[in-house]
């Protein structure tokens, strides 16, 4: 299975240079940058990448982080923050077998400030490495490594790792599907007074969180966005029923 490596805002040429070298040590080529604070294909960059600098020019550059994540049923957001009480965090060793089982991202934010809030409630599951205390961030380009190097060590057997994750599953929602639920409902609690404008966005950080980690097949989002659809038309009858006659 593909996986995606995902950069959030990376501010150093140094660090994107490397990151495609150890992409290509580990066979990964899929790679989306989201607005990079650095010259991706300069110098710098081609200088770290060594005989990797032909990937620099195949990353896609995006503007937003739903953008890079199109077509991945599952998305993994890594982080250092260790006080994320309501996220749960998992090893590489975790979650590497689950990456395996479809088309994955594996999301990295930014240097100096990892992931915001509103970011990794786009991801179902959240991987940290068991680091020291003292010191717990680890270099970007030397996260992406160990994670390149956990999701090579996953064979395809890795059933053998993790039985649970051979099961035979209907295949995950598409990012961009349940995206596009969590808009309809975003639009339809806002219709009925649920949301307010001012609290929205907080609030619906926690309700993607939710729908990320509930891992919904395709089905399953075609149901719950079929409900949202039916409540849109039911209260657009009752506004016509309401309009005075003349």
Avoid at 41 to 57: I, K, N, S
Avoid at 96 to 107: E, H, I, K, S
Avoid at 109 to 138: H, I, K, N, V, W
Avoid at 184 to 195: A, I
Wanted: charged share 20%; hydrophobic share 45%.
């Amino acid at each position: 299975m593909s996986l995606r490596i995902v950069l959030v805002e990376p501010a150093g040429a140094r660090n994107v240079g490397a990151i495609a070298r150890v992409m290509m040590n580990f066979g990964l080529t899929d790679w989306a940058i989201v607005r990079p604070r650095c010259e991706v294909q300069g110098e710098e960059a081609r200088q770290m990448a060594v005989h990797a600098a032909a990937l620099l020019a195949q990353a896609r550059i995006v503007e937003d982080l739903p953008s890079a994540l199109l077509g991945c049923e599952r998305v993994v957001a890594t982080t250092g923050q260790r006080d994320l009480h309501d996220l749960p965090l998992e090893a590489p060793t975790q979650v590497m077998p689950w990456l395996r089982q479809g088309p994955a991202a594996l999301v990295f934010g930014r240097e100096d400030s990892g992931l915001q809030r509103s970011e990794l409630s786009l991801a179902q599951r959240y991987l940290t490495f068991p680091t020291a205390a003292a010191y717990p961030s680890l270099n970007l380009a030397q996260a992406v490594g160990l994670c390149c190097y956990h999701y090579a060590c996953m064979s395809d057997s890795a059933e053998a790792i993790a039985p649970e994750c051979s099961r035979k599953t209907p295949p995950l929602a598409a990012f961009e599907q349940l995206h596009g639920y969590t808009r309809d409902l975003e639009t339809l609690l806002l219709r009925v007074g649920y949301l307010h404008p001012h609290t929205a966005a907080s609030r619906m950080e926690k309700i993607r969180a939710i729908a990320q980690r509930a891992t919904l097949s395709t089905e399953e989002v075609a149901l719950l966005r079929g409900m949202v659809r039916q409540l849109n038309w039911a209260l657009d009858q009752d506004k016509e029923r309401d309009r005075p006659q003349i």
